[in-house]
């Protein structure tokens, strides 16, 4: 385990208790299909059940890719989760962007360990999402852990009152288990209150920004995890967890770990399967986040033949490395399915929808234009100039601009019959060699 920070709980010993036992929580999260975290996380998992401790490898949520759908086999339903049965994961809490998602039940089908949503109902039969269980019992060496999940909000579902439903469940549980976990998307208020719940041992809760762990004599411990990966070490006698600590694991500075087969998987490409391990092109590196929008919102634009292009930062993904690229590449650099828009917009609205955030953020990666800010002092920047084509930006000009479709953008936007995959791909395969560069067309002053 590679921790940069570990919290470590000490509780009381239980009085009178007789058999103290261990046991490795890995907890992972948005790992969101990567195959490469997804065998570093394996082979991470690997050498701490070598160590010989009782280990369970649980994914907190949102474990499918964005485009899932966009990957065919002929054995297989879902690429993430054919990922997650050969890194040998034992559960999977189903997150706000699993369970919402077409086809999740087909996925969830092909899992080889339990997939859990304990409050989450589908609203027209009141049962909980096919393929899915309230509750499980998984072995960790000789002992039993009982494992609820709990969901904050599920779009597309009914979902109970927290509490009430750990209430509801624990009983049903306790008398089968050393050991009860309730795995979280929960608020901290809410966590409060879980932790109460009789019978509750350990909460899981995937808390953004922060890692700790807190212990409360009488109550559940709690791991507030705001890493994607993290081990959570227990020790604990007669049901009741004596010490703990929690880890972060810097999953970006895991050792690389010999990647899964991915030669029975493919990706529609211009109209083609292409397999996810053959080169369509190769890459000279350089790709950094602004590198990688950059290159972008060039190919929509060019492709569009608009004036401007523009691709939101937020969809930006991982750009390449130096080598070969495929289609496994192309996933990571847009990790989304869009059909290139063209809309037409006045300069004044370009002028607006160019300004920063509230929080003096960038929201978009333009092409075609120099934006220049005022660089921001105590206050956020404000936008000061726009040059399109070389030319100041002219307020009661229209200018035809590439965007992708499904953002929220001014004005109609027309989707084409190209999608922005198929773009990049094309602009990859006519390329010697594709390079991130980042120019003058974002300034500060």
Same mark, same amino acid.
């Given at each position: 385990m590679r921790p940069f920070l570990t919290i470590v709980v000490a509780l009381l010993a239980v009085p009178g208790s007789s058999i103290a036992a261990e046991l490795t929580l890995i907890y992972s999260v948005d790992v969101g299909g990567e195959a490469a975290s997804l065998a570093q996380i394996g082979a991470f998992s690997k050498g701490v059940r070598e160590g010989g401790r009782p280990t369970l490898l649980v994914d907190g949520g949102n474990a499918l890719s964005p485009v899932e759908e966009a990957y065919v086999s002929r054995r297989h339903s879902s690429l993430s989760v054919h990922l997650m049965n050969r890194a040998g994961y034992d559960l999977w809490f189903?997150?706000?962007? &699993?369970?919402? *998602?077409?086809?999740? %039940?087909?996925? /969830?089908?092909?899992?080889?360990?339990? $997939?859990?949503?304990?409050?989450?109902?589908?609203?027209?039969?009141?049962?909980?999402?096919?393929?899915?269980?309230s509750l499980t019992v998984v072995r960790a060496g000789r002992s039993k852990v009982g494992v609820i999940g709990l969901s904050a909000t599920m779009e597309g579902y009914t979902v109970g009152d927290p509490i009430s439903a750990a209430r509801y469940y624990i009983?049903?549980?306790?008398?089968?288990?050393?050991?009860?976990?309730?795995?979280? &998307?929960?608020? *901290?208020?809410?966590? %409060?209150?879980? /932790?109460?719940?009789?019978?509750?041992? $350990?909460?899981?809760?995937?808390?953004?920004?922060?890692?700790?762990?807190?212990?409360?004599?009488?109550?559940?411990?709690?791991?507030?995890?705001?890493?994607r990966l993290a081990g959570i070490d227990l020790s604990y006698e007669a049901g009741s967890v004596t010490n703990a600590?929690?880890?972060?694991?810097?999953?970006?500075?895991?050792?690389?770990?010999?990647?899964?087969?991915?030669?029975?998987?493919?990706?529609?490409?211009?109209?083609?399967?292409?397999?996810?391990?053959?080169?369509?092109g190769q890459s000279s590196g350089g790709f950094m986040h602004a590198a990688t929008g950059y290159y972008i919102s060039d190919v929509i634009r060019e492709a569009a033949g608009t004036d401007l292009g523009l691709v939101s930062v937020g969809h930006v993904g991982q750009g390449p490395g130096k080598g070969p690229v495929t289609p496994s590449d192309l996933i990571h650099i847009y990790p989304y399915e869009a059909k290139i828009g063209v809309a037409t917009l006045k300069g004044i609205q370009l002028r607006e929808l160019l300004s920063l955030s509230e929080i003096g953020e960038l929201m978009f990666y333009p092409s075609g234009a120099v934006v220049v800010y005022e660089r921001p002092s105590e206050s956020v920047g404000t936008l000061i100039d726009i040059l399109v084509g070389g030319m100041p930006l002219e307020d009661r000009k229209e200018y035809t601009v590439a965007v992708e479709t499904g953002v929220h953008f001014p004005g109609r936007v027309r989707a084409t019959d190209t999608s922005v995959r198929d773009a990049l791909a094309g602009a990859i395969r006519i390329s010697p060699s594709i390079k991130g560069v980042v120019d003058g067309r974002i300034q500060k002053r």
């Open positions: 189903a997150g706000h962007r &699993d369970a919402s *998602r077409d086809g999740f %039940s087909t996925y /969830a089908a092909t899992a080889d360990f339990p $997939v859990i949503a304990t409050n989450l109902h589908r609203p027209e039969t009141g049962r909980p999402p096919l393929q899915v269980q009983p049903l549980l306790d008398s089968q288990c050393d050991l009860i976990v309730a795995i979280t &998307d929960l608020t *901290r208020e809410e966590v %409060s209150r879980l /932790a109460k719940v009789e019978g509750l041992d $350990v909460v899981l809760n995937r808390t953004p920004g922060e890692t700790a762990g807190e212990a409360i004599e009488g109550e559940a411990f709690v791991a507030h995890i705001g890493s600590s929690v880890s972060e694991v810097d999953l970006d500075h895991l050792p690389e770990a010999a990647g899964f087969d991915l030669s029975d998987w493919s990706v529609t490409i211009e109209g083609q399967p292409v397999s996810l391990s053959s080169p369509i």
